[in-house]
């Protein structure tokens, strides 16, 4: 697994389990680079090692979402990982059996983005920046909370949830380093033009 800090910019494209190769080829060929695979029950090693091999191809990097075996065995770039399971967890452990990889934990407010960078996250996600309909039960922060988040947070910062290409951005402007989405590209009827769009809204091209 390698580190690739650095690159832990721009649209952050979540996959789910159904499809993901094909979506990934998609988001890839409108020039993504960032991926999560996030195929909860459904998640299996062969999908994952694919999405890994590909996007190491790619000069693409692929996070696994909550589940630190599947990462290892994977060889995915990461882990990404919720609130929750960060207060249950042994993060030292964790930290320490990620090695140098990616570290991303989940945050809804400043404290929580400081106390992540101090148990060795890469970067944090902050959310739910705007309504959406991908998480039930979520907390809003608005485009005011992120920008509390990033004015914390040692380490670069995810705005996810209820991102589109008209809030894209928007959510650059308040200080976030990448934009994760999932609908806006999941429920796509073409996956490669709204990754497109999406890219060049952040890019400010739109």
Known sequence: MNALGPRLAGLYVILGHAGALGR?????????????????????????????????????????????????????????????????????????????AVLGLSTHDGDQARRAAALGASYVGAGCTFPTQSKKYVVEIGLEGLRRIVEASPVPVAAIGGINVENVAAVRRAGAAMAAVIGAVGHAGDTRAAALRLVDAWNGRA
Do not use: P
């Not at 996030?38 to 999908?47: C, H, V």
């Open 24 to 100: 990934l080829e998609a988001c890839l060929d409108a020039g993504v680079r960032l991926f999560q695979y996030r195929g909860k029950a459904e998640a299996t090693l062969e999908t994952a090692r694919a999405l890994v091999e590909r996007c190491r191809a790619a000069g693409a990097l692929l996070i696994v979402n909550d589940d630190l075996g599947l990462a290892l065995a994977a060889g995915a770039h990461g882990l990404h990982l919720g609130q929750e399971d960060a207060e249950r967890l042994d993060m030292a452990e964790v930290r320490r059996r990620l090695g140098s």
